[in-house]
């Protein structure tokens, strides 16, 4: 825990060849309360929506005897098959993909699906790929609200979700109670914007909190938003967890980081976490809370 809040890691962070109950017993080790399940674009993980009875089985076990739960999935999936895609099969797949999410979501406990804020990634963006995005979004709450599984979209490392209130705009459209903000620290500090005033703009709205470092974007420098450091970039931690307990968040924190073979995965992992405590303790002291 951190604090009096859940604290869970990204699965990226452990080795990609581990069982589900290693990842998960991992995770217990680490000092974790649970584990956040990666849905990207690869063939792999998206069979994962489509698993055989004894694959679930294996999943449903793992938690069972591990006692660490997947509270959230990252559903990355959408950057290969975009809501906002020109072609309709590939917007046929994304709201098949969007529908399969749920009904894991809801099979295996998980309380929170973050989406990927693109309209279209590897196609140009258009004024009718975000008309169709948003057609996209209205379909993922629809769903969302039927099987009551919270989505949350995420504060992305392009430019059209890049802000916690460019998120609000989307918003306005989607007044869904199961739609809110899932805000990443670092890909927020990243974009120039003033981090504790979009905090504060959605004391109401935030479901979960992305914790990773970034460098920040320059006219000389794109931004680097994966496998930065903690310490080493551009997040003021300890400030941003001042200004999150202030206003009253009581949600997980979520370590996202990523795995890079021929480490010690563990003492990165636990380095981290140190770290990340150390901030959380500053900024509880310097608040007096």
């Not at 460098?215 to 310490?231: C, E, M, Q, R, Y």
């Not at 770290?275 to 303790?281: K, L, N, T």
């Amino acid at each position: 825990m951190l604090g009096s809040h859940l604290l869970g890691l990204y699965e990226k962070a452990l080795p990609p060849e581990l069982a589900w109950r290693q990842r998960l017993e991992a995770v217990r080790a680490l000092g974790c309360d649970f584990l956040e399940i990666s849905i990207d674009e690869t063939d792999e993980r998206l069979a994962r929506l489509d698993m055989s009875g004894e694959e679930r089985a294996e999943l449903h076990r793992a938690i069972l005897e591990s006692g660490v739960r997947p509270h959230s999935v990252c559903l990355s999936a959408h950057r290969r098959f975009p809501f906002g895609s020109a072609d309709p099969a590939v917007r046929a797949k994304a709201r098949e993909i969007m529908e399969r999410a749920v009904l894991f979501a809801r099979e295996f406990g998980v309380r929170v699906i973050q989406l990927a804020g693109y309209d279209v990634y590897y196609e140009p963006s258009t004024a009718e790929s975000l008309r169709l995005f948003e057609e996209g979004l209205q379909y993922a709450c629809c769903l969302a609200e039927k099987y009551q599984v919270m989505l949350a979209m995420e504060i992305m490392d392009t430019e059209l979700m890049s802000s916690i209130t460019r998120y609000h705009r989307w918003k306005e459209r989607l007044p869904s109670p199961w739609f809110m903000v899932y805000p990443d620290l670092g890909n927020l500090s990243a974009w120039g914007n003033d981090t504790l005033e979009e905090l504060r703009s959605a004391a109401n709205e935030i479901v979960a909190v992305h914790v990773k470092d970034t460098l920040a974007v320059t006219p000389d420098h794109p931004g680097t938003f994966k496998g930065v450091p903690f310490g080493s970039g551009c997040v003021d931690f300890a400030a941003c967890f001042r200004q999150l307990e202030t206003q009253g968040y009581r949600g997980p924190y979520m370590v996202e980081m990523w795995h890079v073979p021929g480490q010690d995965w563990r003492q990165t992992v636990s380095s981290a976490l140190s770290y990340i405590s150390a901030q959380f303790a500053a900024a509880q002291k310097q608040e007096g809370l």
